[in-house]
């Protein structure tokens, strides 16, 4: 009796909003981050990137990989501790002829929460704020002093635009090496760590 009962209020229910309702369309997948695979002689490291945080950043950066810039470059400054930076300089020690300095885009990424904490890669600079162009340095430590502070020269900060997702081990190695004062600059590695290549890797 209690089982007739239930079928029948069950099928003198009106259909609910959601029963009459069209399907939703699918909402489409979120394109997948670029990643490049920086070949050093201390192993691969690949770096996922996020244009929707630093647009101009990443395009830039993926245009030095696509061009071959990165190719034959070194890593000219490592502190143990801090950051190891490259990208510019050839073995000699010559700067590798660059595009023009971008926008620095670290207030926005600041903001939506990618700073420059271990493993984050971001863009070296001068002293003036708006002055990257293709060297870049991968944190070894969380250090919030390069982050964005405010709008002055010296609170802009330094703008992280991607991660480290596969090693970390081989930018651990090349912190650890011996470094020498040579040619008025501080922090050489005495043998050189090399960049053999920028790739960028195919969508996963």
């Not at 009106?14 to 489409?28: E, I, L, V």
Request: charged content about 20%; aromatic content about 8%; glycine content about 8%.
């Amino acid at each position: 009796m209690i089982r007739s009962l239930l079928c029948a209020l069950f099928l003198i229910l009106p259909m609910t909003a959601q029963d009459s309702a069209p399907q939703a369309a699918a909402m489409p997948a979120p394109s997948a981050k670029p990643r490049v695979q920086l070949l050093t002689s201390y192993g691969p490291v690949v770096v996922e990137l996020e244009p929707d945080l630093a647009p101009k950043t990443v395009a830039n950066f993926l245009q030095y990989v696509k061009d071959g810039h990165y190719k034959g470059t070194i890593f000219h400054r490592v502190i143990e501790g801090f950051m190891i930076q490259g990208g510019g300089l050839l073995e000699n020690l010559e700067e590798k002829p660059g595009r023009e300095p971008i926008l620095n885009e670290a207030p926005q990424t600041f903001k939506a929460g990618l700073k420059n904490t271990r493993g984050t890669i971001s863009m070296a600079r001068t002293g003036s704020p708006h002055s990257a162009t293709a060297q870049f340095y991968i944190n070894l430590m969380d250090n919030p002093r390069l982050d964005h502070r405010d709008m002055t020269e010296d609170g802009y900060g330094y703008c992280a635009f991607g991660r480290v997702v596969s090693g970390m081990e081989a930018v651990d190695k090349i912190a650890k090496v011996k470094t020498e004062w040579r040619r008025g600059m501080g922090d050489i590695p005495q043998f050189a760590v090399r960049l053999k290549d920028a790739v960028l890797l195919p969508p996963q």
